[in-house]
């Protein structure tokens, strides 16, 4: 029987068949290219280690659902009131929004580790061994220093692995606490006709000072054009 080594794609967890390395579905009992077979649910040791990301990742809150909008105010007047009083109220949970769009901008920072980079660095760190004790061994133990440099590549990227998805999912559940605080927040404001993307301070700005001094016509033209 073949290793089966599972992958993460935009479809979810699949499975790679060693032998004609084709994609399989998860839990598959063979592969269906070329019969393989494969344990159902089985994975790979790395895979494995690093835990059911899948598991760890239903525990997440659910995201609150937003309250239905208001009416939009009438005439221009009474959108400009209520826009100051939607724009006061919101004031109070503005550190939050900046909160939110710094965890945004880290996501791009989390990186999986690269199995590549832990081989090369296994490979100099067995190198480096083999310089400072091997040269002194019989030639019959330069095998030793090819396990070193497997044990290396392996504890490192599988450590490394457990660190990133660890932290990725402490991320996931910090951003989604925020959006539910924000959430929760918007839907407790009275007859708020925003939607919620407009109740940055930025925009309510915007607007109040467009619908004032006539450069915006009307809430409704501000949402077509933005």
Partial sequence: MVLIVSVRGKEGRRMICRKCGCLIERGAKTCMFCGEPAEAGKEDLITRAMGDVEGASRELPPLVPLAPLAPVPATREETITELRRLKKYFAQIDGTYDVLEDLWAKETAWKE?????????????????????????????????FIVWGAITVMGYVRGGRSYEKGRLQYERDVRVLENEIRAYYNRADRCFL??????????????????SGMIASFEDYRINH
């Fill in 113 to 145: 580790p690269s199995l590549l980079h832990w081989l090369i660095g296994g490979g100099l760190g067995a190198a480096l061994l083999y310089v400072l004790i091997g040269i002194h061994l019989p030639y019959a133990f330069l095998s030793l220093f």
């Fill in 195 to 212: 939607p919620l993307d407009y109740t940055g301070q930025a925009v309510l700005r915007e607007l109040i000072e467009g619908l004032d």
